[in-house]
């Protein structure tokens, strides 16, 4: 029953800021990788950024500076603070979490929408 619910998505101006979180739950938090996706309409799903159990990150260039991804292992969330956006940063974003140990190698949230317009 894992489960992995995102949050905090909505409609912001270009140059505004957003804040998204993602809960787990029924699973060892701690132990895997988390990360953020992102797919926009008629578009592939793309790597915005990860953070590993020990806190290494690593953003997509296009996010780079602009995006901080970031863990609470005591809550069991994973949140992204989104600087700056722009009109292109328009999608559904989504939570992913991953291990290395077991099948399956990855849980997925259901989305949460994002909208950068003026």
């Known amino acids: 029953q894992v489960q992995l619910v995102e949050s905090g998505g909505g409609l912001v101006q270009p140059g505004g800021s957003l804040g998204l979180s993602c809960l787990a739950s029924?699973?060892?938090?701690?132990?895997?990788?988390m990360g953020w996706y992102r797919q926009a309409p008629g578009k592939q799903r793309e790597l915005v950024a990860t953070?590993?159990?020990?806190?290494?990150?690593d953003y997509a260039d296009s996010v780079k500076g602009r995006f901080t991804i970031a863990r609470d292992n005591a809550k069991s969330t994973v949140s992204l603070r989104m600087d700056n956006l722009k009109p292109e940063d328009t999608a559904v974003y989504y939570c992913?979490?991953?291990?290395?140990?077991?099948?399956?190698?990855?849980?997925w949230g259901q989305g949460t929408q994002v909208s950068v317009s003026s």
């Open positions: 029924g699973m060892s938090f701690s132990l895997f990788t």
């Open positions: 992913k979490a991953s291990r290395s140990w077991a099948l399956p190698s990855a849980y």
């Open positions: 953070i590993t159990p020990d806190g290494n990150t």
